[in-house]
């Protein structure tokens, strides 16, 4: 059988997300936050349960934690791109903001809240670095006033895309902790717990390793789990083909029209077409695999009388 995946939703929070492995979590926090944010402890505030997606498959496998000091933290890897990610990222975090307060507490009561997203794929093409921070600052002279809110942002595919890479590749790669967790992310079939490079060896990626290894799911765990799987499978496909075609019709239309014109029409025209193809690969898989036309709408956004069609 293939190796489980930690960039499936379900098996990152079935990892990191149950109480006997909250020093992995505290480990890939401290990784990734400032310093003045690092944790030694945390509370799960939404710990792993399978009976939780059992109602909604298609329930947001995010995890919830507090820190000592009361700061919460939102931690979510997302398996496939999304229009307006930046919206829902912001979104969530707004969400784990405001569920801090209780009814007649006073503002005072908020404590810092920071959204780490964990992408396995391109979201911010202008960025050259594959983790980036963001804050709200003065627009002239650059200063935090609203120090609450901080979102992280990790584009795996930015640290290694690359599936012909060796081990030693990898290990040129590392230079700190949040590199280490990347590796793992990325590339964990690489890596084995008894036989770490010195760049890797860590004793909570050992216990990663360990844990990935005997990491049991239950036949509904196993479906969710290949579910999503299907999914990364087929987005890495899709939108391989979305960026050739965009970039081949930019190219066409730039020069007919002239280069700063086309390249505008271009990505746009690709992108709206790219989308749509998208949801019609998406939606003709899983009709392949017998999902109901409901579920199908629901994931692609495309309208039963389209999936109709697609039959």
Known sequence: MEKISPRVDICFKKLFGVEENKDLLVSLINSIVGEDDQVSDVTLLNPYNPKNFRQDKLSILDIKAKGIDGKRFNIEI??????????????????????????????????????????????IPKARNYHNVFHITEKENGFAYFKDLELHTIELNKFTSDSSEELADIVSKTRNALDMWVAFLTRHDLLKADHLPKELDDENLKKALHVLDVLNFSEEERELYEDHLKWLRIEANTLKKTAEKALAEGISIGKQEGISIGEARGIEKGRKEGETKKAIEIAKAMLLDRDSIKKISKITGLTVKEIEKLK
């Open 78 to 123: 997302q398996i496939s791109d999304e229009a307006d990610y930046d919206k829902r990222a912001l979104y969530y975090w707004a969400k784990l903001y405001t569920e801090q307060l209780k009814v007649a507490q006073d503002y005072s009561a908020l404590s810092k809240a920071i959204g780490i997203h964990i992408l396995n794929f391109t979201s």
